[in-house]
């Protein structure tokens, strides 16, 4: 089994920064890429970025420039900072692990930009 433990959610203001953290346990063989997705309610999860076992990265085009996704390799960890935060950014983030043939989801957590 696999778990991924999610942390750095929260409220803030527009404009302001928060970063996510999520680290990878269990039975981990090879983690071929992790990353961040996000789901409003009554809407598809949607990509936010990605980074691969070789460091390539990739953002949806709402978040670039805005957002960076880092990851530790030797600590099964992956990042999101989340910088100039919208309130349409306000949802629930997922991370996410490729570890060889299995896709893992952590349980969420609530990202709220609002005044």
């Known amino acids: 089994q696999v778990q991924l433990v999610e942390s750095g959610g929260g409220l803030v203001q527009p404009g302001g920064s928060l970063r996510l953290s999520c680290s990878a346990s269990?039975?981990?063989?090879?983690?071929?890429?992790m990353g961040w997705y996000r789901q409003a309610p009554g809407k598809q999860r949607e990509l936010v970025a990605t980074?691969?076992?070789?460091?390539?990265?990739n953002y949806a085009d709402s978040v670039k420039g805005r957002f960076t996704i880092s990851r530790d390799g030797a600590k099964n960890t992956v990042d999101l900072q989340m910088n100039s935060l919208k309130p349409e950014d306000t949802t629930v983030y997922y991370c996410?692990?490729?570890?060889?043939?299995?896709?893992?989801w952590g349980q969420g957590t609530q990202v709220t930009v609002s005044s």
């Open positions: 996410n692990a490729q570890i060889g043939s299995g896709n893992y």
């Open positions: 980074v691969t076992r070789g460091g390539s990265t």
């Open positions: 269990g039975n981990i063989f090879r983690i071929n890429a």
